[in-house]
C-alpha cells in the first residue's frame, strides 16, 4: 500500500505563485510515477502535470504549460508543483497520485484547496 499526502494549498491572489507539495510513504522499494490532476466546482477531474520516475521527464497540460514547473526529490519520496502567474481558473482542488507502473496501480491523496481570487 502507498500513502500520498499533498500539502500547500491555500488562497492566493490571481498572478501570485504557490508551491504545492506531495509525498509518497509506503512501498518504498517501488518507484513511482507522480503528477497532479485537478478538479474545480462543477467540473471533471483533469490532468495538470506529471513527472517520471527518474525525474527526467515531464509533462504538462498546455493550460498550465510555461506557468507551473513540476519535480521531485526521490531522496524524500516528494513531487514538488510549482505554480506561477495563477489565474482564478486555476481555482480547484489538487490531488496527487503516484503510479507504480510495474503493477499497475494508481495511488490518490485526499486532496488540497487552492483558491485564486481575482
Known amino acids: 500500500q502507498v500513502q500520498v499526502v499533498e500539502s500547500g494549498g491555500r488562497l492566493v491572489e490571481a498572478g501570485g505563485s504557490l508551491r504545492l507539495s506531495c509525498a509518497a510513504s509506503?512501498?518504498?522499494?517501488?518507484?513511482?510515477?507522480m503528477g497532479w490532476f485537478r478538479q474545480a466546482p462543477g467540473k471533471e477531474r483533469e490532468f495538470v502535470a506529471s513527472?517520471?520516475?527518474?525525474?527526467?521527464?515531464?509533462r504538462y497540460a498546455d493550460s498550465v504549460k510555461g506557468r507551473f514547473t513540476i519535480s521531485r526529490d526521490n531522496a524524500k519520496n516528494t513531487v514538488y508543483l510549482e505554480m506561477n502567474s495563477l489565474k482564478p481558473e486555476d481555482t480547484a482542488v489538487y490531488y496527487c497520485?503516484?503510479?507504480?507502473?510495474?503493477?499497475?496501480?494508481?495511488?490518490w491523496g485526499q486532496g488540497t484547496q487552492v483558491t485564486v481570487s481575482s
Open positions: 497520485y503516484a503510479y507504480i507502473v510495474t503493477t499497475p496501480s494508481r495511488y
Open positions: 509506503g512501498r518504498t522499494s517501488s518507484r513511482y510515477v
Open positions: 513527472v517520471s520516475e527518474s525525474g527526467g521527464t515531464t
